[in-house]
């Protein structure tokens, strides 16, 4: 059924829906990690354990259907394991600790420029000029929000050990974006998100231990268990299979596009939940943000559903 599904969704929708799910995730790990009442380490093993608890009994058939296939890629689909379930979530919870909420989202919002970067300089990758312009358009945007209309305020902002986290984090991110090109063809979305998400855990495992050990544990309460429960289920499990999906159809340099909508998630979910005001440098970056993904996803070739396997 889900297969079904993402055949005949638009890419704009699951990449739109991605960004959405994954703003909810700096939300909640903002408020947890923060106040100390989920270690990171935790947040990010726990998250990826319920994620996979839940995909398992569904990815199990296609798991033993495509073993061979798994076995033969077992190195690139161990990279991406590392990179985008194991410490790409590690490190962005651990940043979290010791950044601010704007300094976060605004180096998330520097990942479609890692990933176009990295793409040409490693990758060999050709970007249009006009993708080139809905980036630098779209960037505007998360600027304008991220400022509050004032750029004056950029030359303000404060780095710390925490930026520099999760602009590992945010690294890794591209990375992965990049590595997916070299995903097993015919492996279907679902078998390589729950092997993926067992390796994640498997890497991670010994840094969690190493927190345990430091005396820090989740404080279990009925706010922690609906938490992490959201994190495996959205971010984690739709999330990943609907970026995995989007960044098939139209590459990881559009796809890497529709992070600069988290901020405009992020200010509408600060204000639907949190009672924060919305003002006019919230809509005028999301009309930017908008314009950039518009111009970009106009130059792109979507690639139709029977021309590859899909997700």
Not at 6 to 31: D, E, M
Not at 118 to 125: C, D, E, H, I, S
Request: net charge positive; with cysteine; glycine share 10%.
């Amino acid at each position: 059924m889900m297969s079904k599904y993402l055949s005949s969704a638009s890419p704009y929708l699951l990449l739109s829906l991605t960004a959405l799910f994954w703003s909810g995730n700096w939300v909640i790990g903002r408020a947890f990690v923060s106040d100390s009442q989920i270690p990171p380490v935790a947040l990010a093993w726990w998250r990826w354990a319920i994620a996979v608890s839940l995909i398992t009994p569904f990815a199990l058939p296609q798991i033993r259907r495509h073993w061979s296939t798994i076995w033969q890629h077992r190195k690139i689909i161990s990279l991406l394991a590392l990179l985008g379930m194991g410490f790409h979530n590690l490190l962005t919870y651990v940043g979290l600790q010791f950044t601010t909420a704007t300094n976060g989202v605004l180096l998330n919002s520097a990942t479609p420029v890692m990933i176009i970067l990295l793409g040409v300089l490693f990758f060999k990758r050709r970007v249009p000029a006009i993708q080139l312009l809905g980036v630098a358009i779209s960037l505007i945007g998360v600027l304008a929000i991220l400022t509050k209309g004032q750029p004056a305020l950029l030359a303000t902002l404060q780095f710390n050990r925490g930026d520099l986290i999760v602009l590992a984090s945010m690294l890794l991110w591209a990375l992965y974006t990049l590595t997916l090109k070299w995903r097993p063809a015919g492996l279907p979305g679902i078998a390589l998100l729950a092997v993926c998400g067992v390796i994640g855990l498997i890497g991670m495992s010994p840094v969690y231990l190493w927190e345990i050990a430091g005396g820090k544990s989740i404080q279990w309460t009925w706010g922690a268990a609906a938490a992490l429960l959201y994190l495996g289920i959205f971010p984690s499990v739709l999330g990943y299979i609907f970026w995995n999906r989007g960044v098939e159809q139209v590459g990881p340099s559009v796809a890497g596009l529709f992070m600069h909508l988290m901020p405009v998630f992020g200010s509408l979910l600060a204000w639907l939940f949190l009672g924060e005001r919305l003002f006019w440098f919230h809509f005028a970056g999301i009309i930017l943000i908008f314009a950039g993904i518009y111009l970009t996803t106009r130059a792109t070739h979507v690639i139709p559903p029977a021309a590859e396997a899909v997700g």
